[in-house]
DNA sequence: TCTGGGGTCCTAGGACCC
DNA sequence: TCTGGGGTCCTAGGACCC
């Protein structure tokens, strides 16, 4: 039995995950800087060490440092969640040979429970298992070790900081240089806003913060922060989550490559972001009861004309039939889009989702309802066999509207048949 | 010209009720 | 002039995460 006293968890984070992914079948990108693309080749949302060291920022739009790119040489791909999404699952699954109690807390992190390694040198433990991820996957890990999740990606950010730790690390019995080495900002659940309040009433470090009366960070902040603060001193307020709760919100969405400007493309892509989300419900086995649809202009260009529209709806019974959902979603946004804007982005948003069967109605027909599932398990059936979108429905369209702009996109090396590495003699 | 796409939780304040 | 008080529910917005 483990107490509260030598329970430990460790964080293990993939190093710059998307650039190293991209690196792995293309071994000549090693040591480059690498940056990768969001949707639609729009900003920057991963870098290599060498792109942070040259400057590049988390979410800076790429068409802003053209010439960044230019005098560096730097590697632009689009990005290529393929490939990402099946070498994560490859990490997790050599990082689950080394402790049964893993939380998968985000495509490139996990959580790990300590457990069962009572009585072994924890450090020496997690030095094999980034070892076997990196033999195995490629993928370069760092590793941080504490009493709690907190103090764990504390430690996590001190081994990729600190060279010397060759990437583990773990809280000391004694942890206030440590604390003190880490800014406030870097703290898991402090961003930005708090760490700027945080810096005006002097508080600049971990240390710091563990200085400091719960009570007054709750009055000042809210119990997240107090909680955050409690995790640092050593007491556990986030515990191991392996079976995720049930989601309670489902959100389909995409800016547009091009603007928008007529109610045919709109609602093409509106009804392509329906039926994906109703995808996803039956795919989790959910239904949705309250349907949310939204489309706006610009956000960053202020001369042209500005429109933001949104509207909800209940959704009586509730469902996850894709043709009632785009019936809705289209039915909502029709009289909201006006002539004249151009349109930068669109979404279908599902709320107060629950489990399973959809409750009758008093107008609901057993027939039809039975009629739905039925086409909806035949429409599944055929797209996952023969892929997504082979058939679909005629309101999301046969024009280009939904089609993403990704110039640079590395081939799908782990997923697809055709496009697998070639070796050649 | 060109700025991602998902999620969660907490709080304040208004509506409404008795 | 003075204009109750307390409770619940809901929503929007803001903070955080990746």
């Given at each position: 039995?483990?107490?509260?006293?030598?329970?430990?968890?460790?964080?293990?984070?993939c190093n710059n995950f998307y650039a190293s992914?991209?690196?792995?079948?293309?071994?000549?990108?090693?040591?480059?800087?690498v940056?990768?693309?969001?949707?639609?080749?729009?900003?920057?949302?991963a870098r290599s060490q060498?792109a942070k060291?040259?400057?590049?920022?988390?979410?800076?739009?790429?068409?802003?440092?053209?010439?960044?790119?230019?005098?560096?040489?730097?590697?632009?791909?689009?990005?290529?969640?393929?490939?990402?999404?099946?070498?994560?699952?490859?990490?997790?699954?050599?990082?689950?040979?080394?402790?049964?109690?893993?939380?998968?807390?985000?495509?490139?992190?996990?959580?790990?429970?300590?457990?069962?390694?009572?009585?072994?040198?924890?450090?020496?433990?997690?030095?094999?298992?980034?070892?076997?991820?990196?033999?195995?996957?490629?993928?370069p890990?760092?590793?941080?070790?504490?009493?709690?999740?907190?103090?764990?990606?504390?430690?996590?950010?001190?081994?990729?900081?600190?060279?010397?730790?060759?990437?583990?690390?773990?809280?000391?019995?004694?942890?206030?240089?440590?604390?003190?080495?880490?800014?406030?900002?870097?703290?898991?659940?402090?961003?930005?806003?708090?760490?700027?309040?945080?810096?005006?009433?002097?508080?600049?470090?971990?240390?710091?913060?563990?200085?400091?009366?719960?009570?007054?960070?709750?009055?000042?902040?809210?119990?997240?922060?107090?909680?955050?603060?409690?995790?640092?001193?050593?007491?556990?307020?986030?515990?191991?989550?392996?079976?995720?709760?049930?989601?309670?919100?489902?959100?389909?969405?995409?800016?547009?490559?091009?603007?928008?400007?007529?109610?045919?493309?709109?609602?093409?892509?509106?009804?392509?972001?329906?039926?994906?989300?109703?995808?996803?419900?039956?795919?989790?086995?959910?239904?949705?009861?309250?349907?949310?649809?939204?489309?706006?202009?610009?956000?960053?260009?202020?001369?042209?004309?500005?429109?933001?529209?949104?509207?909800?709806?209940?959704?009586?019974?509730?469902?996850?039939?894709?043709?009632?959902?785009?019936?809705?979603?289209?039915?909502?946004?029709?009289?909201?889009?006006?002539?004249?804007?151009?349109?930068?982005?669109?979404?279908?948003?599902?709320?107060?989702?629950?489990?399973?069967?959809?409750?009758?109605?008093?107008?609901?027909?057993?027939?039809?309802?039975?009629?739905?599932?039925?086409?909806?398990?035949?429409?599944?059936?055929?797209?996952?066999?023969?892929?997504?979108?082979?058939?679909?429905?005629?309101?999301?369209?046969?024009?280009?509207?939904?089609?993403?702009?990704?110039?640079?996109?590395?081939?799908?090396?782990?997923?697809?048949?055709?496009?697998?590495?070639?070796?050649?003699?």
């Amino acid at each position: 039995m483990v107490d509260a006293q030598t329970r430990m968890y460790a964080l293990a984070d993939c190093n710059n995950f998307y650039a190293s992914c991209e690196r792995i079948f293309e071994p000549h990108l090693a040591r480059k800087p690498v940056v990768v693309l969001s949707n639609n080749d729009g900003c920057i949302i991963a870098r290599s060490q060498e792109a942070k060291d040259i400057g590049f920022k988390m979410g800076e739009p790429i068409f802003k440092c053209r010439d960044l790119v230019k005098q560096n040489n730097v590697i632009v791909r689009s990005s290529n969640f393929s490939l990402y999404g099946d070498m994560s699952r490859r990490v997790m699954q050599t990082i689950r040979l080394f402790s049964p109690d893993v939380e998968v807390y985000s495509i490139d992190e996990a959580f790990i429970k300590l457990d069962g390694l009572v009585g072994r040198d924890f450090e020496q433990e997690m030095r094999r298992m980034r070892a076997a991820v990196l033999q195995w996957t490629g993928i370069p890990i760092s590793i941080g070790i504490g009493k709690t999740k907190t103090l764990a990606k504390l430690a996590n950010h001190y081994a990729k900081k600190t060279p010397e730790m060759e990437g583990v690390a773990k809280i000391p019995q004694n942890p206030d240089e440590m604390l003190r080495a880490v800014e406030v900002g870097d703290i898991w659940g402090i961003g930005r806003q708090w760490s700027k309040k945080f810096r005006n009433i002097g508080v600049h470090t971990a240390f710091d913060l563990v200085q400091m009366e719960p009570a007054v960070i709750q009055q000042t902040f809210n119990i997240v922060a107090m909680k955050t603060a409690m995790e640092l001193r050593g007491c556990t307020y986030f515990r191991l989550e392996q079976s995720p709760e049930q989601r309670k919100t489902l959100l389909r969405s995409r800016s547009f490559a091009k603007p928008v400007t007529t109610w045919q493309e709109l609602s093409e892509a509106i009804a392509s972001h329906a039926t994906r989300a109703a995808e996803k419900l039956r795919n989790e086995e959910l239904v949705a009861s309250v349907l949310k649809v939204f489309f706006h202009t610009s956000l960053f260009n202020h001369q042209k004309p500005r429109h933001s529209a949104h509207a909800t709806i209940e959704l009586i019974p509730p469902t996850n039939t894709t043709h009632t959902i785009i019936k809705e979603a289209l039915h909502l946004a029709e009289p909201m889009w006006k002539v004249g804007f151009e349109y930068k982005r669109a979404g279908v948003y599902l709320l107060e989702l629950s489990k399973g069967q959809a409750q009758t109605s008093l107008f609901d027909s057993p027939e039809r309802k039975k009629l739905d599932k039925q086409m909806m398990s035949v429409l599944d059936a055929v797209n996952t066999s023969m892929g997504a979108g082979t058939m679909h429905f005629a309101a999301t369209g046969f024009t280009k509207v939904m089609q993403m702009r990704q110039l640079q996109r590395s081939p799908r090396y782990t997923t697809r048949w055709d496009e697998l590495p070639q070796v050649r003699a």
